[in-house]
C-alpha cells in the first residue's frame, strides 16, 4: 500500500505523497532530461553543433522530437516544446472549489501503485446559505455494484440465485449458484435430476432467503449452516 497518488485534471498533474506518479507521464509526453544526455553521450550532441557550425543558428524546434508532439496531439492535450515542460502540482496547495474542470469530461486518478481509475464530474450547484457542505463532494463509484448479492461460484460472472448446503458436488460449503450452473451440476441432458446429484444431506435455499436471515442461523454444526 501507498500513501501516494495522482491526479490529471485539465492538462494538469496534481500530485501527493513521496513518490511522484506523474514523473515517467511527464517524462513521456514532454521529454526527459534522461534522454537528452543519452543523446549527448551517443555522440549526437556534437553531429548537432556540428551543423549549427556549418549551416548557422536554427530554429530550436527543429532540434525537437516530433514524437512528443505526435504523443500530445493524439491525447488531445495542448502542443508544450521541451522549454515549456508541464510540472506536477501539489493537492496540498489546490482546493476543491478552485480547481478548474469540464463537466463529463474524463479524467484519470492514479494510487497504489498501478490503480488508475477514470474520474468524471457529473454535477455542479450553487451552495445555498446556510446549507451544510460537510457531506460534499459526493463520490459516486459507477464501476462497483451496490448490490450485495454474490455472484454464482461456478461461472463467476452470472448472480447467484440459490445456495446449496452439503453439496457433494461442491466443497460442501455454502456455494452460491445462478440457475445454469445448478442445472449443469445436477441435472442430465433430458433436463431430470441425476439420481443422487449432490448428496443426501444436500439442501437448496433461495439466495434472497438467506442474505434475509443474515446473521439470524439457527442450530448449526458448521459456521454458516443453518442446518
Not at 493524439?74 to 480547481?99: N, Q
Not at 444431506?201 to 442450530?219: G, K, N, T
Amino acid at each position: 500500500f501507498s500513501s501516494s497518488g495522482m491526479f490529471f485534471i485539465d492538462d494538469k498533474f496534481y500530485v501527493c505523497g513521496e513518490e511522484d506518479y506523474s514523473a515517467p507521464i511527464i517524462d513521456w509526453l514532454d521529454g526527459s532530461a534522461s534522454a537528452q544526455l543519452s543523446e549527448t553521450v551517443g555522440g549526437k550532441e556534437d553531429d548537432r553543433e556540428t551543423a549549427k557550425m556549418e549551416g548557422g543558428n536554427k530554429d530550436d524546434t527543429e532540434e525537437e522530437d516530433p514524437i512528443y508532439e505526435l504523443r500530445q496531439n493524439y491525447l488531445g492535450l495542448p502542443i508544450k516544446s521541451s522549454k515549456e515542460r508541464r510540472t506536477a502540482v501539489p493537492m496540498s496547495t489546490v482546493r476543491l472549489d478552485s480547481l478548474p474542470f469540464r463537466m463529463g469530461r474524463r479524467y484519470l486518478h492514479v494510487s497504489d501503485g498501478d490503480r488508475e481509475v477514470s474520474l468524471f464530474f457529473t454535477d455542479i450547484r450553487v451552495v445555498l446559505t446556510g446549507e451544510d457542505t460537510s457531506r460534499y463532494p459526493l463520490v459516486h463509484d459507477a464501476w462497483t455494484s451496490s448490490s450485495s448479492q454474490p455472484d454464482c461460484a461456478g461461472c463467476e460472472q452470472r448472480p447467484a440465485i440459490m445456495m446449496t448446503y452439503q453439496n457433494e458436488l461442491t466443497n460442501g460449503e455454502p456455494t452460491p449458484l445462478c440457475e445454469q450452473c445448478f442445472r449443469l451440476l445436477h441435472y442430465d441432458q433430458d433436463d431430470k435430476v441425476r439420481p443422487g446429484a449432490g448428496g443426501k444431506r444436500m439442501r437448496v435455499l433461495p439466495l434472497a432467503m438467506v442474505m434475509e436471515w443474515d446473521d439470524c442461523w439457527v442450530s448449526s454444526e458448521k459456521p454458516g449452516e443453518p442446518f
